[in-house]
């Protein structure tokens, strides 16, 4: 009888031995679909088990370092599972973890898993308001949290364990580093089943509130073997992602993804980002496989690329679409070129450049393997439009999607009616099944009856070497109703003013057709959630309120 561990190992193998036939992995890819499944304990600790290579590599700012095996990983979770049991905690029960990139997380996480508990994962940039509102909708019964963050729960009621990370003399708190003294050699009390509980995410909420997306054992553990895929990662390498704890991204790339492939999780903790620092340590540390949000990579070719010695041999963009621009300037340098993917919070990556793929420049690529991609018509919701919402196809239901929204069978309905699921993004295919992303189904807009895509003139904006970072939203107009405004980020050298103002103008002129250049313009910093995404709805609401700070396209002529 084929077990579960087998099941995956062979999906898995197949995936590395098609790492870069496109073809072959997406025709050949079948999920495996086990009936009864724990990651921690079926895939990892059979990884682990006297297995010495590094699992884990965090490199301080200070330059002190933590590397765990991932033989000792697995020892240190078991001794901490047995200790959380002590304390409580059983199958079922809402684990809030608000830790950043320490060991404590990824032992904490698999030891959750071992328990059958659900973890509920917060970045610690969240105040006493957003840790209310996560432990009353997610009904949360133990928290584990830096010892720092612990005055953030004095204003946070409910009967909830509390343990604190780096030690802590506040009443009612455990000390995390007991677990250290537990047993090593933990039972699990019973089977997990492959569609139990296993992670409720907060999303980021970029236009309206957080949404509680629920995933299981095998919807993330599984599902990110389409992560591995577009990342190119195999055994052996070491990756590097840099992602905030406490969001999805972190666990598609800094857990499951490397993990599946049996390859390094390495980090580097900064609190302020320095590309030189960054670049030394990645050298140092000989990374293979890079994946960075778009924010990094604005920030990276503001630098010098060429400090970096021994550039990765993969390198991927995900969090919001990446300007081609960007991918230019970095495989001019580097001699790579950054592979753009598409995938949300509900699924892993359902979109993407892999390896070996033809590239095309603009393009986030073609459906991952096990993801059957359809594009609905906006006006009658039918399949096979060459431009509409990106839905994925539940006649044969993607492992790697979520179980719903948690505590919303209402929003679930919509989201998964007609038997797709919809994204709520808005994409293009063309004759090859190339995708490109459009944007947001909220974020698109029409002027003077043209329908108006905010990234492509963003994508536009930052050809320029004045822009560091761009966003644009409508601007009520008395004419066309609605004009594109953009709000810019300048690049180190350049001063806001009337004289920047009307170089970007002339800028969008040249590059973008009449009706969709850009006709006001306004400096400053980007609002953006904790993730790092840019709060559009902030933006939309500033700018029809009206500001005497922005500057208009006519103003110049």
């Known amino acids: 009888m084929t077990t579960a561990t087998e099941l995956f190992r062979d999906a898995r193998d197949f995936l590395l031995e098609h790492r870069e036939d496109y073809t072959a992995a997406h025709e050949g890819f079948r999920w495996p679909r086990p009936q009864y499944f724990n990651w921690a304990l079926d895939w990892f600790d059979a990884v682990a088990e006297g297995n010495t290579r590094t699992a884990l590599h965090i490199v301080e700012e200070d330059g002190t370092e933590v590397r765990v095996s991932f033989a000792d990983m697995s020892a240190r979770s078991d001794r901490v599972a047995n200790r959380l049991r002590e304390w409580g905690v059983g199958p079922g029960d809402r684990i809030l973890v608000m830790l950043g990139n320490q060991a404590e997380l990824w032992e904490t996480a698999l030891a959750a898993m071992k328990l059958r508990a659900v973890v509920i994962p917060a970045t610690p940039l969240l105040g006493p308001a957003d840790l209310r509102d996560r432990v009353d909708r997610g009904r949360v019964g133990h928290v584990i949290v830096r010892a720092e963050d612990t005055g953030k729960f004095a204003d946070v009621p409910g009967d909830y364990t509390r343990v604190a990370v780096g030690g802590t003399t506040e009443p009612g708190w455990r000390t995390y580093e007991d677990a250290y003294t537990a047993s090593d050699a933990f ?26 997306v629920e995933h299981t054992h095998v919807s993330y553990p599984v599902g990110h073997l389409a992560t591995m895929y577009w990342i190119g990662l195999k ?13 999805a991204k972190h666990a598609w790339s800094n857990l499951f993804a490397p993990w599946n492939a049996e390859a390094t999780v390495f980090l580097y903790n900064y609190t302020r980002f320095d590309a030189a620092r960054l670049m030394a340590e990645m050298d140092r540390a000989r990374v293979t496989t890079f994946c960075a949000p778009p924010t990094v990579w604005r920030m990276l070719i503001q630098a010098d690329l060429t400090q970096l010695a021994t550039p990765p041999r993969e390198i991927t963009a995900a969090g919001e679409p990446l300007n081609p621009e960007v991918i230019e300037q970095v495989r001019r340098v580097w001699g790579v070129t950054i592979r753009d993917g598409f995938g949300q919070t509900e699924t892993a990556v359902q979109v993407s450049n892999s390896p070996g793929q033809v590239l095309k420049t603009g393009s986030m690529g073609r459906p991952s393997p096990g993801y059957r991609v359809e594009l609905l018509d906006p006006v009658t919701g039918a399949p096979g439009a060459t431009e509409g919402e990106i839905a994925l196809d539940l006649s044969e239901r993607p492992v790697g999607l979520m179980t719903g929204y948690h505590g919303d069978p209402d929003r679930t309905a919509e989201a998964m009616a007609d038997g797709y699921y919809r994204t709520g993004d808005i994409g293009a295919r063309d004759a090859d099944g190339y995708l490109t992303y459009v944007g947001r189904s909220d974020d698109v807009f029409k002027a003077s009856d043209y329908k108006i895509s905010p990234f492509e003139l963003e994508s536009a904006l930052l050809e320029h070497e004045a822009v560091a970072e761009a966003a644009v939203v409508p601007a009520p107009d008395e004419l066309r109703l609605a004009v594109p405004k953009a709000y810019v980020v300048l690049a180190a050298g350049w001063e806001p003013g009337p004289d920047t103002a009307k170089t970007l103008f002339e800028h969008s002129r040249k590059v973008l057709a009449p009706y969709k250049r850009v006709r006001r313009l306004e400096f400053g910093d980007l609002p953006k959630t904790v993730s790092g995404k840019i709060r559009r709805i902030e933006l939309r609401e500033a700018t029809a309120a009206g500001s005497q700070d922005e500057y208009r396209e006519e103003d110049f002529r």
């Open 187 to 212: 039972t699990p009390d019973g089977p997990t089943a492959a569609d139990d509980p296993l992670m409720l995410y907060f999303t980021s909420g970029t236009t309206a509130r957080p949404k509680l």
């Open 235 to 247: 055994p052996g390498d070491v990756h590097l992602n840099i992602s905030s704890p406490g969001w």
